[in-house]
């Protein structure tokens, strides 16, 4: 026996009411995954991350000053020391904790000021005239740690380079050209995108490393602060 001409659309009607309670049953999963699925609000970006990015390039000028020179790996006093200083710097590793910068720089300007002072060398008086002396230089290997993510980033930095004066420094009977080091440290503020200063205190030595007859060396206490430009590298 055949099914009634309207028995079709009743079993139609059946099914489609017994699937509407299935999905109000289920109603609070179906909701949540439906807007989950449907959101278009994006997602919230993290304020906190570093100014600095890996491969940033960086060009900055920096000028310090040494008012005295005091006795550690050198034995030279009385020494004033002023450095102007044209560094480029890139981001090699940018992470939360840290990001590592390598630099170079070159030092179109130093000044060596010393006083008159008087030595006995080889059993002679040294009379070592006071004055001002000129050099230039670079300090092509260097290497800068900067902290934290945040817009004001305390750093360490440390270079190897070198200067040649117009005349022997530290003192007559030492040399024209000398290797210096330093070491330092500071705080890096990021004042808006691509600008930031810099300041802070590095410990410099300067020395011929023996390639003249004297060598007495100096160690400078360099106060300096700095200014930089730079692009980050989009990610």
């Not at 070198?162 to 024209?176: D, E, N, R, T, W």
């Not at 070491?183 to 011929?208: C, D, E, K, V």
């Amino acid at each position: 026996m055949g099914l009634p001409a309207h028995s079709g659309t009743s079993l139609a009607r059946y099914t489609f009411c017994t699937l509407l309670l299935w999905l109000g049953t289920l109603h609070p999963a179906v909701l949540a995954q439906s807007g989950a699925a449907d959101s278009t609000e994006p997602a919230p970006v993290s304020t906190a991350s570093s100014p600095l990015r890996r491969g940033t390039n960086e060009f900055g000028a920096w000028t310090g000053y040494s008012p005295f020179s005091f006795v550690l790996k050198g034995t030279s006093k009385g020494r004033q020391l002023f450095l102007l200083n044209l560094q480029y710097a890139r981001t090699l590793l940018a992470t939360r904790p840290v990001s590592l910068k390598y630099t170079a720089e070159v030092v179109p300007v130093a000044f060596e000021i010393q006083p008159t002072q008087k030595f006995i060398v080889d059993g002679k008086l040294l009379i070592n005239p006071d004055g001002t002396i000129y050099g230039i230089g670079a300090t092509p290997i260097g290497v800068e740690a900067n902290f934290g993510p945040k817009k004001v980033q305390p750093f360490f930095s440390g270079s190897l380079g070198f200067l040649h004066f117009s005349q022997q420094v530290p003192i007559l009977g030492s040399a024209q050209f000398n290797y210096t080091i330093d070491i330092g440290f500071g705080a890096q503020m990021f004042l808006r995108p691509g600008r930031s200063l810099t300041f802070g205190w590095r410990y410099h030595h300067l020395s011929n490393n023996d390639q003249a007859h004297l060598n007495p060396g100096i160690d400078s206490g360099v106060f300096f602060v700095g200014f930089s430009v730079f692009k980050a590298k989009h990610e």
